[in-house]
């Protein structure tokens, strides 16, 4: 038998619930920030990947090995404990006088996750006919003006499901930012977990509201797939 007593008042009411609500907040906004972050950098990164520039590329190439196969955690800790040493003085100083464990988040956050979000792009580009592209040169636009008005607004469109998929993986990787002390929703959970001893009431509602975050986000993606991709659900 077990001897347990439940307690779901600690985490749905009180400084507890207010606790938990206050790292929602901060685990929307970490996402939020970081997913348009890496998305601006994602599409440079996929645009030079794809350049006639020999090193350009390379470059870009260099830049999605590297982040794409070395751990998020190991690159949280990196720009928490070591940025001070590659970033200017005036960045370092600036990033100290804010919120400097949320700024190390979200660099760490966009730079990993932009990797992802280049090669989702760069697919959805190579899945547009390239007789668009030698089109637009023989219309006299220049490679970038090709890219920026012909290829890469329908490349997006094509992508924005696996791009809402990198945000899912983005708001649930935000979890790790507790290890550097971003009182983002699992942190507060281990806070309320210290305080209270309710472990299972208190990871339970984290559970619940990162379920819920994805249940909101995927509902959305169908809704877009079937009103903008007409792709419906088999019957």
Do not use: C
């Amino acid at each position: 038998m077990l001897n347990y007593q439940f307690d779901w008042s600690t985490v749905t009411s009180g400084k507890y619930f207010d606790w938990l609500a206050s790292g929602v907040k901060v685990t929307l906004q970490l996402s939020a920030l970081s997913i348009v972050l890496a998305f601006i950098l994602g599409l440079l990164i996929a645009v030079m990947r794809m350049s006639n520039n020999k090193p350009v590329r390379w470059i870009a190439h260099a830049y999605l090995e590297f982040f794409r196969n070395t751990p998020l955690l190991v690159q949280i800790f990196f720009w928490y404990f070591g940025s001070y040493k590659i970033l200017p003085t005036a960045v370092n100083d600036w990033l100290n006088s804010t919120n400097f464990e949320f700024a190390a988040a979200v660099i760490a956050l966009t730079i990993y996750t932009s990797a992802f979000i280049a090669e989702d792009i760069r697919s959805g580009v190579l899945s547009i006919p390239k007789e668009q592209m030698e089109a637009a040169r023989s219309a006299g636009f220049s490679y970038l003006r090709s890219m920026q008005y012909i290829i890469l607004p329908q490349a997006v469109r094509l992508t924005v499901p696996p791009l809402v998929n990198q945000f899912l993986n983005l708001a649930k990787n935000s979890s790790l930012a507790m290890t550097i002390g971003v009182m983002e929703l699992t942190y507060q959970a281990r806070q309320v977990e210290s305080y209270t001893f309710k472990g299972f009431e208190a990871f339970t509602a984290a559970t619940v509201v990162y379920v819920a975050i994805s249940l909101v986000i995927t509902a959305l993606v169908n809704i877009y797939n079937e009103k903008v991709l007409n792709i419906h659900k088999a019957a």
